[in-house]
């Protein structure tokens, strides 16, 4: 199977590793004025989703998929409102717009490349991650016993910060990988289905 890893420079690079240590150490985005009030919790789950799609690596087919705009999208009921938006608004991920949708069925997430997979989806969760079976979908979710369930990325909370834990198995099921130095910003690893 022909990957593709996003190519960064080493500024680049470093700069997205500290953001994700800043949100893992700090509960959220870097504050840039004393006064600002600190970051809700999915305004923290919204900056780790877009640095989640940046640090992984895309099959080939994946990668060459065109100028189709690269989906973060949210199944189920929202939870992080505007935030999202915010976050990704004028980004781009090898050089393709980024673009959130809402999506309230399964099939529709076949055009996601990032699912976020809202807690008021727990009854569903086997049938949904029974439709997303290795297609290249990075799911990402924070209903308890997620990664374990199956999904790729668990959001836990930690004290007062926002934390990860990761399903490699179930990455690799999907043809897709996450960057090593994210993995040893993950509180677990899970390395078998």
Not at 60 to 77: H, T, Y
Not at 128 to 145: E, G, M, N, W
Not at 182 to 192: G, H, S
Request: aromatic residues 8%; glycine residues 8%.
């Amino acid at each position: 199977m022909i990957t593709t890893r996003v190519t960064w420079g080493p500024l680049g690079h470093c700069f997205w590793l500290a953001i994700f240590i800043v949100a893992g150490v700090l509960y959220g985005p870097p504050q840039l004025k004393a006064q600002d009030p600190k970051p809700t919790e999915y305004q923290v789950k919204a900056v780790y989703l877009f640095n989640f799609a940046r640090f992984v690596a895309w099959p080939g087919r994946i990668a060459a998929a065109g100028r189709e705009p690269f989906n973060v999208c949210v199944l189920g009921q929202d939870p992080f409102g505007p935030s999202l938006d915010a976050t990704v608004a004028g980004e781009t991920i090898d050089g393709v717009h980024v673009a959130v949708k809402r999506i309230s069925q399964p099939p529709e997430a076949m055009s996601c490349r990032v699912l976020f997979i809202s807690s008021s989806e727990d009854g569903h969760l086997k049938e949904i991650l029974t439709a997303l079976d290795k297609r290249s979908v990075v799911t990402v979710s924070d209903i308890p016993l997620f990664a374990r369930s199956g999904g790729m990325i668990q959001f836990l909370l930690e004290g007062n910060r926002v934390r990860f834990e990761v399903n490699v198995a179930a990455l690799d099921h999907a043809g897709l990988s996450l960057s090593s130095e994210v993995l040893k910003l993950a509180i677990n690893v899970r390395k078998t289905p």
